[in-house]
């Protein structure tokens, strides 16, 4: 009897999904209106702020992304398949 990881397209569809939501989070990063003009500095700090936050998760979750694909490289191999 197999082992479900080793016959489901888990860590493919779980890449997929953190991929996805990943380029979400950057598209939302992307769309951070900024402030411009005269003594803005307290706006932009703030927009600087949101844009990274959304940064940093995508990229936290674009690694995790990475993490899950080399897994289901190794479940190929794996000697309990």
Do not use: H
Request: overall charge positive; charged content about 15%; some cysteine.
């Amino acid at each position: 009897m197999q082992n479900i990881l080793c016959t489901l397209p888990v860590f493919n569809i779980l890449a997929v999904l953190f991929g996805v939501t990943s380029a979400a989070l950057w598209i939302a990063s992307a769309r951070v209106p900024f402030p411009t003009g005269y003594d803005m500095d307290e706006e932009q700090a703030k927009a600087t702020k949101k844009a990274a936050g959304y940064n940093v998760r995508a990229a936290a979750i674009s690694a995790v992304s990475m993490v899950w694909i080399a897994a289901g490289e190794f479940m190929k191999f794996a000697p309990f398949c």
